[in-house]
Each structure stands twice: as C-alpha cells, then as structure tokens.
C-alpha cells in the first residue's frame, strides 16, 4: 500500500472554498477510484499563508496512476482546485510499512 501526501499553501482567502470543493469535489472523486483506500483532507491554518493537505492510502501505484492519469510523481490538480492555490503543489509517496 502506498500512502499518497499532497500539500500546497493557498490563496488569501480560499480557505473556505478550498474546504467546500474537497468535500463536494474531491473527496468522493479520489474515493470513488478503483485502489483507493481512503483520503482525508485538513488545513493548517497556523501557516500563513494556509496550508492543504491531502492524505490518502492506495492499493498500489497503478491505482493512483489511474487516478492521476499516469503520472503519478506530479501532483493531480483539478480544474476546480487550481485557481485556489498559490503555488504548484508537492506531492510525495511513502510505502506502508505496518498497520495499527
């Protein structure tokens, strides 16, 4: 299992919209996706500017290529999302290494 790390500072402001288009959006996108395990979604409000994050668990590396259209190494930035963020998002891949 692969866990899959998406984090981006935002827009002045876009907190709110940030927050309503990853439950209405891209919560239901990523977890209807085949290998999908789970995603959650936060915000850290501390940064400033505010920070993304999304955090999900996938089957193996073919589920996210099919979630991000192959290239899995480079961060999935949905039309909706992208006027939200204020730079190019970073992404990073982690193997699970046990379980709780």
Do not use: Q
């Amino acid at each position: 299992m692969i866990i899959r790390v998406w984090t981006c500072p935002l827009k002045k402001g876009a907190e709110k919209a940030f927050e309503e288009f990853a439950v209405r959006e891209a919560a239901p996108l990523m977890r209807k996706t085949e290998g999908c395990l789970d995603a959650y979604f936060g915000i850290d409000f501390s940064s400033d500017p505010a920070v993304g994050v999304v955090v999900s668990l996938w089957r193996d590396i073919e589920s996210i290529k099919s979630f991000t259209g192959g290239n899995w190494r480079e961060p999935f930035i949905h039309p909706t999302e992208e006027p939200l963020l204020a730079e190019k998002p970073k992404v990073m891949h982690f193997d699970l290494i046990g379980k709780l």
